[in-house]
């Protein structure tokens, strides 16, 4: 089945200390992988995808295959960070999401 | 930056009546979906759409469901006779290539 997992509804951090927002997936064959974001009263919008291995806003996510995870991570978290995360798996043409971690980050 | 656009933003509803989600995607996109999220739970894919017809639905996308292009720019969203638990945010996407763009949603309140 495809599925994935996102364990954390809600991480807590200070402001300047790392994040790592953990992704697991379940999908039989090459998946394409994607973090999502929403911040408070926007739309979904797209932080980062597998394929293409950039960083944006400090965040880096690799696909590991061996543990079929895709974990988001920032060495150094922001305030302007706070939002709601979605790691999604790309399946035939549709979207399958996890259920989201909010991420709050205190001044 | 063009935008994928929804309207209305609010709509509550009777339990029963019909209701129209009105999307339009960004001009060149070729490929429409629609998502739900019932409060407190995940994004869950409905339906896409390509070449003027559906590509693929889910389970949750019965009889009750339909979707349509009436003309070149507006994607829309029918439930023939909503249920209480109809009541969600419903999103629309498009895409180009592998990104999907998403639209601020409509949140519907089915009483």
């Known amino acids: 089945a495809q599925r994935v997992t996102q364990p954390e509804k809600l991480l807590s951090v200070f402001k300047g200390a790392p994040v790592e927002l953990k992704c697991n997936y379940s999908?039989?064959?090459?998946?394409?992988l994607f973090w999502y974001v929403q911040y408070s009263r926007q739309r979904l919008q797209l932080l980062l995808r597998?394929?293409s291995r950039e960083s944006i806003k400090g965040f880096t996510a690799d696909l590991n295959k061996g543990e079929t995870s895709f974990h988001l991570k920032k060495p150094f978290a922001q305030e302007e960070d706070s939002a709601m995360y979605y790691c999604a798996l790309s399946g035939a043409d549709k979207l399958i999401f996890g259920t989201g971690t909010r991420l709050q980050v205190f001044p | 930056e063009p935008e994928v656009t929804q309207t209305p933003s609010h709509q509550v509803t009777q339990m029963g009546q019909e209701v129209i989600l009105r999307c339009v995607p960004i001009?060149?996109?070729?490929?429409f979906y629609w998502y739900r999220q019932i409060l407190g739970q995940k994004v869950e894919f409905l339906v896409s759409?390509?070449?003027?017809?559906?590509?693929?639905k889910s389970e949750i996308f019965d009889d009750q469901f339909s979707v349509e292009r009436p003309d070149g720019s507006n994607f829309t969203l029918k439930i023939r006779s909503t249920k209480l638990e109809d009541s969600a945010m419903y999103f629309c996407?498009?895409?180009?290539?592998?990104?999907?763009?998403f639209g601020p949603g409509t949140r519907l309140l089915v009483l």
């Open positions: 597998h394929i």
């Open positions: 999908y039989s064959g090459s998946p394409e």
């Open positions: 001009s060149n996109h070729l490929y």
């Open positions: 996407a498009s895409r180009l290539q592998e990104t999907q763009y």
């Open positions: 759409f390509y070449n003027n017809e559906i590509s693929e």
